[in-house]
């Protein structure tokens, strides 16, 4: 086995024996990415000479006795999140060579557990997308098929993992856009409860739903690195002081008695028979694993996806404000202030950015606030109380990721609405705050599909623990993409 | 639903630039997702307080003190101004009209 298509677990061990170093696991990573990258385009930015660096410092480390954790393992960060002197563009033409001044926390953790950064990855412009269509410097193409998308909007880190380019990847996830990903490649995604990992540093798009995410090969993995990135941060007010256990303690412990709800409105007629089929076998699994099955109810769910375009694209109306031509970016000279904000915002921003930003100033504007901003928010409590309660009677949710598996780039050019609606399944997690991960469940004609656990706020434990013993009696997660 | 006037009003309020064709795309798409949304009104939300944020979070304090930050950091903030700086202050245009 090459060593970049080791999994942390494997690597952590092989850097503790000392039969590998980070050197050697970076040099991998790198080399894989020379030999695929130019295929998938995963990847905005390499930063070569600063990996090796980190990779000779994580050496230095272990050489003194530190072990364990993430010392010397590749990654690479989603291009929506700051890292100290790279360039972080959001794939965005606004920031086409903004270089981050400083790191955000998520990504000062990492550096403090030695993990070692490779580079960043594409995304949808400003993470406005379920595909990475929308990156102002071209898409990037799902690793099982390259005509197709790898899901978005954390694309690139999806695919990057799915490809063995790294051992793990930060995403970010506001309404599915690390668990998307994760099912389109193959993948494990993980989206944590709001708060629990600090957003200081990401580029805001909907601040009461974005969350950083893992992009990684195993549920195993996901714990360590949620385990590096979690905990509250001053900078962050909306990080509770909750405290942060361990992770990986308890993650083989058996589920007998786990309580799955199936909500029914999420299994009638509108699923694909292929995912209907990987479903109905990813039931059986969890019954053979000694959980039980409860249908649940969560009639309000329908309204996740217009819920959603609305709250987003008002908040991303108003984080997207910042982008002026003053203090950063893109900056088109005019006659006066009103003509450089004009100008520059009107050439910086791509398509759906421009969409959502003008989506979102009317839905605030005066006269419509009420009908439209404030009901999202009522109708979004609704949906919110409904979950929370189906997670008194249960212990997790179990739904589809995605109604379909990947589809070809340009599908849904002529037609935006349709791709929100791909978010059908992923939204409610999202707008209730909750956890939740996508982990892989079964191949639609050699095409990944994903399974969605939802849990309580802060029990990504159960998480775990039935994600780790899916995988321990399933082996689609072993699956490669051959590029 | 929305005229091509509503999107170039919007637009203005959005400091937003748009050319033509822009406008001609955007008009029905808006208009649509807009139509899409409209199904909110079915829900019957009386006496539903409004989701602002999950947390349940208020008043996060923390003490009145400063940090500096550091200086090697904020050169480099600084030196992505495009208008260029005067000292340590982003050149804006003109903001205030002169009578």
Not at chain 1, 112 to 120: E, M, P, R, T, Y
Not at chain 2, 23 to 33: D, E, G, H, K
Request: glycine share 8%.
């Amino acid at each position: 086995m090459k060593l970049n298509e080791l999994t942390i677990k494997q690597a952590v061990e092989k850097l503790d024996e000392g039969v590998i170093t980070a050197v050697d696991l970076a040099h991998a990573c790198l080399d894989r990415i020379k030999e695929v990258d130019e295929k998938v385009k995963a990847l905005l930015t390499v930063c070569k000479n600063e990996a090796i660096d980190e990779a000779e410092k994580a050496d230095k480390r272990r050489a003194k006795g530190e072990k364990g954790g993430l010392l010397g393992i590749p990654y690479i960060a989603k291009d929506n999140i700051l890292t100290k002197g790279i360039r972080t563009t959001a794939a965005s033409k606004i920031l086409e060579n903004y270089i981050a001044p400083f790191d955000a926390t998520v990504i000062k953790k990492l550096k403090k557990a030695g993990a070692v950064l490779l580079g960043k990855s594409n995304l949808d412009e400003f993470a406005h997308g379920g595909s990475t269509e929308n990156s102002a410097f071209g898409p990037t193409h799902n690793p099982w098929n390259q005509e197709l998308v790898p899901g978005g909007s954390s694309g690139g880190s999806g695919a990057a993992v799915a490809s063995d380019m790294c051992l793990f990847a930060l995403g970010t996830d506001t309404g599915g856009s690390v668990r998307c990903p994760a099912a389109f490649c193959g993948v494990v995604g993980l989206k944590p409860t709001y708060g629990r990992s600090s957003r200081f540093g990401l580029m805001a798009m909907t601040s009461s739903t974005d969350v950083p995410g893992t992009l990684t090969k195993t549920v195993e993995d996901a714990a360590l690195v949620l385990q590096a990135i979690a905990g509250h941060d001053k900078y962050d007010a909306s990080t509770p002081d909750e405290i942060v256990g361990d992770y990986s303690q308890k993650i083989n412990q058996d589920i007998k008695g786990l309580k799955i709800g199936l909500p029914v409105e999420y299994y009638g007629e509108g699923l694909s028979p292929a995912v209907r089929s990987a479903m109905n076998e990813a039931r059986k699994k969890f019954i053979e694993l000694g959980a039980e099955i409860k249908e649940v109810s969560l009639p309000h769910a329908k309204y996740a996806v217009p819920v959603y375009y609305i709250i987003t694209p008002s908040e991303v109306s108003s984080n997207l404000a910042r982008f002026d031509g003053i203090k950063y970016g893109l900056s088109v000279k005019g006659e006066d202030l009103l003509e450089v904000y004009l100008k520059s915002r009107g050439q910086g921003f791509g398509r759906e950015a421009k969409r959502r930003i003008m989506l979102g100033t009317y839905a605030l504007s005066a006269g419509y606030r009420d009908a439209y901003y404030l009901q999202a928010q009522k109708v979004r409590t609704k949906i919110k109380e409904e979950v929370d309660a189906v997670l008194t009677e249960v212990d997790v949710i179990l739904t589809p990721t995605q109604p379909t598996a990947a589809y070809k780039i340009g599908s849904y050019d002529a037609d935006p609405l349709q791709m929100y609606l791909e978010d059908i399944f992923v939204i409610p997690a999202s707008l209730a705050g909750l956890p939740a991960i996508s982990i892989p469940c079964g191949f639609a004609k050699g095409l990944p599909l994903g399974l969605q656990l939802i849990g309580a706020r802060f029990d990504e434990n159960k998480l775990f623990q039935a994600g780790y013993q899916y995988q321990q009696n399933t082996d689609w997660h072993l699956k490669k993409p051959i590029i | 639903m929305l005229t091509k006037k509503d999107v170039k009003k919007v637009a203005q309020l959005a400091r937003l630039e748009l050319t033509e064709e822009e406008v001609s795309v955007l008009t029905p798409q808006l208009s649509n997702i807009l139509g899409f949304i409209g199904q909110l009104k079915e829900v019957d939300t009386t006496g539903v307080e409004p989701t602002a944020q999950v947390t349940g979070l208020s008043d996060v304090w923390r003490a009145d003190e400063y940090e500096n930050w550091d200086k090697a950091e904020i050169a480099a903030a600084l030196k992505q101004a495009p208008a260029g700086l005067e000292g340590n202050q982003i050149k804006v245009k003109k903001v205030l009209e002169q009578d």
